[in-house]
């Protein structure tokens, strides 16, 4: 029975209700039906509401509507599937539908919306695009304003579902996106849905990013709270404490429509991953770090985290919040165990600094009483847990004080005086330092290779002469041309290191002014700590060993002006002989 468009359409009306509608994906995956009790119980008010509006009287009453006020449609009869799923077609009620439309008996299919008919896409849609159009029946999804009759408009409905449907344009489609993203990301523009907080989307450009002054104070606070020694639990416990709105409730109080992944609670606190969280992410650097994760294909939603040298990273993309340094000390900070006093949230100036000379484990800090008098001390953790140290290295905090801030004082003097002779000697003496020492390493190198070129020449007269056979002499020339290529890439890099040395480049004594601003310092506060200092070890004869910051620039600077002094030493004998 194929019908005209003057003529009268038989309708039969078709509902689905399933328990686990509310929690059914677009994707057209279910929850198993333990979980959707579950969900009922969680959704609360929202779930209700969709309950009702899907439940089959009212299906049937808004296709009932419908019908009446369609003037070409009759209603024939309907079916219905309760309690079944959409992401097949194995229902009764539809089977029953199915038969009737295969009968001749109705050539028309009225539904609520495509969702009623089916969750699964690729089915769903070839129900749409092949099945009724086959049998000459008109289908209609009354909410998504689906009718299969109305040509144009149904083609341009239909499009979503062909998105779906032929695979081969969903791959090229996705292919082509990925694409467009990946040159944005190497572009510097930022694609993600949502600023990070602390950012938000320029009004002129939306791929860049500007601060929110707002929340940036609050990152900036995070930073110096973890530089002052709070662990990331104490730093949330601050916040929700001082009534600091999280992430989450700020965007939404901002009126974005961020969605925040846990809600059951009405309001969502501060945590201790969301400061980490904060605390390690470059963007407030200026950097904008993105692909971090990636789907293995279109057809896949799970998303793969990516190693870190496959992200795009684009430094200076936009305004930095934190510096650099601050950055560093805080990553460093993270990786200890910062112990803090309890029941106060003040910190000692060198918590999570303390680590054991001999097992390497970090010193815990213990009060014990004495005369009623507290008494403080470090022990070792390692002997604590019996892994490794047999003492227990315990050191008293009193006397630890004086040592650390003795051992600055003299850095910092040592630090002073380089600055000094650098002042003396002039950049230009460092700069023909470095670049004597470069000369050099360069001299062995091409040394080196000179000696490499020989063997392998030796090689073929050795060939020639039968002490190797002609796979030996493969073998071995192979080995030896890799030698060669691997010393003539290092020769390079040393010559274009040469060249940016001889310039002045690398010359940076920016490290020594944090010292050298320290110059007046009487007591130990964190953030002299922190800036100055990488780690305190302590070993079983109670002697203390400290690693400044820096220390590798130190001893450089330390070796630079020594070899200058030399230099100038020679200088001067020359001038007098
Ligand atoms: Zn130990």
């Given amino acids: 029975m194929v019908a005209t468009n003057n003529s009268i359409w038989y309708a039969i009306s078709y509902m689905r209700l399933s328990k686990d509608d509310n929690v059914e994906k677009e994707n057209g995956r279910t929850a198993s039906q333990s979980n959707s009790d579950d969900a009922e119980a969680n959704i609360g008010g929202q779930h209700i509401s969709t309950k009702e509006s899907n439940s089959i009287t009212n299906q049937r009453k808004l296709i009932q509507n419908y019908i009446t006020s369609s003037e070409d449609i009759q209603f024939v009869g309907e079916f219905y599937d309760d309690g079944y799923t959409g992401t097949n077609f194995e229902r009764p009620g539809f089977v029953k539908l199915m038969q009737m439309l295969k009968d001749g008996k109705a050539n028309c299919v009225i539904v609520k919306d495509l969702s009623r008919l089916g969750r699964d ?106 530089i002052e020694g709070y662990s990331c639990a104490k730093i949330a416990e601050y916040l929700n404490r001082h009534g600091v709105p999280s992430p989450c409730e700020y965007k939404k109080n901002a009126g974005s429509n961020y969605v925040c992944a846990f809600k059951e609670r009405s309001i969502s606190l501060w945590g201790a991953v969301t400061i980490k969280r904060i605390l390690t992410n470059r963007i407030y650097l200026g950097y904008l770090e993105q692909g ?27 305004e930095a919040i934190i510096s650099e340094e601050n ?54 953790s390692g002997h604590k847990w019996k892994r490794g140290c047999t003492s227990n290295h315990s050191t008293e905090v009193f006397g630890l004080h004086e040592k650390v801030l003795n051992a600055i004082k003299l850095q910092i003097s040592m630090v002073v005086e380089m600055e000094e002779l650098l002042k003396e000697y002039g950049n230009q ?62 020769l390079d890099g040393l010559e274009q290191e040469r060249a940016s040395a001889a310039e002045g480049a690398g010359l940076n004594c920016s490290w020594m002014q944090r010292f050298i601003e320290n110059k007046n310092v009487t007591e130990l506060d964190r953030q002299l700590v922190v800036t100055l200092i990488d780690k305190i070890e302590i070993f079983e004869d109670k002697s203390i060993e400290i690693t400044f910051n820096f220390k590798d ?25």
């Fill in 327 to 380: 950055f560093e000390i805080v990553q460093r900070l993270l990786n200890r165990d910062t112990m803090t006093v309890s029941g106060n949230d003040a910190v000692y100036p060198l918590s999570g600094m303390f680590f054991c000379g001999d097992c390497h484990e970090t010193m815990t800090r213990y009060k014990a009483k004495r005369k009623d008098k507290y008494f403080y001390y470090y022990i070792c």
């Fill in 292 to 318: 971090k994760q990636s789907s293995p294909n279109y057809k896949i939603k799970k998303m793969r985290a990516k190693e870190r040298e496959e992200w795009i990273v684009v430094k200076n993309a936009h």
């Fill in 429 to 490: 003496a460092i700069i023909s330092v470095k670049v004597k020492r470069i000369d050099e390493l360069i001299g062995q190198n091409r040394k080196e290779l000179n000696r490499q070129q020989e063997f392998r020449m030796k090689l073929y007269e050795n060939k020639l002469d039968g002490i190797i056979s002609h796979d030996e002499y493969l073998s071995m020339k192979k080995k030896y041309s890799d030698k060669i290529d691997a010393l003539q890439s290092v």
């Fill in 553 to 577: 620039e130190f001893r450089q600077m330390k070796e630079y002006l020594a070899r200058a002094a030399q230099d100038m030493d020679r200088r001067e004998v020359v001038k007098d002989a």
């Fill in 121 to 226: 896409y690729i089915e769903t849609g070839k129900y749409i695009e092949k099945i009724f159009p086959s049998m000459g029946v008109r289908f209609i999804a009354i909410n998504d304003q689906v009718d299969s009759i109305r040509n144009n408009q149904a083609d341009e409905i239909i499009i979503p579902f062909k998105n779906l449907i032929n695979d081969s344009y969903c791959r090229e489609l996705s292919n082509k996106l990925r694409n467009q993203f990946r040159i944005q990301r190497q572009n510097g523009e930022f694609i993600a849905n949502f600023a990070f907080y602390g950012y938000k989307r320029s009004m002129e450009d939306k791929h860049k990013l500007v601060v929110d002054d707002a929340a940036a104070e609050i990152v900036k606070l995070i930073y110096a709270k973890k």
